[in-house]
């Protein structure tokens, strides 16, 4: 079964300062897409980064960028200069098949100010 | 564009009763998609349709039952609520079948099975 781990429950930062959320999956496909997403207090689930297992260049956009290590199986998201709006549950995504979307438990992170 | 929207927000059912959980979009998607989220477990998938007249099983499917007469609706039905069923739900749709692109979430339905 494809499997996502994310083995922080709960993270916490300071305000401006830098935060990474790490993330691990299990598969033995080669071409693959993964996802962080976040989901604020509001409950609305957001697509915050997609990582293209194929290439080699990290994914970036804006403050939030991925470290992704496909021989470890690792895609971790870093969250530069972290707001109080960055408060939320943030998933981890990979697709269990061709029309399936695994989820990760999640990881609280808490900004404080 | 409203994008994915589900009705009710809230609902407490009674267990044994039976209720529908709506979803539309008005995007034309064609892959269309139920999640249950319960603490610590993130989000699993139900049910999903890649199209008006295909459903398929996801993870946890017992208990619920899914179809898909139009490209605009997913409606997902609890047959006999049980407790176990106390969750939030949301329906999301994408695109197309491929689930390599991203997928646009509804606002979820918080459902209290008592």
């Known amino acids: 079964a494809q499997t996502v781990t994310q083995s922080q429950p709960e993270m916490s930062v300071q305000e401006a300062e830098t935060v990474t959320l790490s993330c691990t999956y299990d598969?033995?496909?080669?071409?693959?897409?993964l996802f962080w997403y976040k989901q604020p207090p509001s409950r609305q689930m957001i697509l915050v980064i997609r990582?293209?297992?194929?290439?080699?260049q990290n994914a970036t956009e804006n403050r939030f960028s991925v470290n992704f290590q496909k021989a470890a199986k690792s895609f971790s998201l870093k969250i530069s200069d972290s707001q109080l709006g960055d408060a939320a549950m943030y998933f981890c995504?990979?697709?269990?098949?061709?029309?399936?979307?695994?989820f990760g438990k999640g990881t609280k992170l808490t900004v404080n100010p | 564009n409203a994008g994915v929207t589900q009705t009710p927000k809230f609902q407490v059912l009674k267990t044994g009763q039976s209720m529908t959980l709506q979803c539309a979009q008005d995007?034309?998607?064609?892959?269309m998609s139920w999640y249950r989220q319960d603490p610590g477990m993130g989000l699993r998938l139900i049910h999903y349709?890649?199209?008006?007249?295909?459903?398929d099983q996801g993870e946890v499917p017992n208990g619920y039952n899914v179809s898909r007469s139009t490209t605009e609706d997913f409606p997902l039905r609890l047959l006999s609520a049980a407790p176990s069923q106390t969750s939030v739900y949301f329906c999301?749709?994408?695109?197309?079948?491929?689930?390599?692109?991203?997928?646009?979430f509804g606002p979820g339905t918080r459902l209290t099975v008592l």
């Open positions: 598969t033995s496909e080669s071409d693959y897409y």
């Open positions: 990582q293209e297992a194929y290439k080699q």
């Open positions: 999301a749709s994408s695109y197309s079948p491929s689930i390599y692109n991203e997928q646009f």
């Open positions: 349709s890649v199209g008006a007249g295909i459903t």
């Open positions: 995504a990979y697709p269990g098949g061709s029309e399936k979307l695994v």
């Open positions: 995007m034309n998607h064609e892959y």
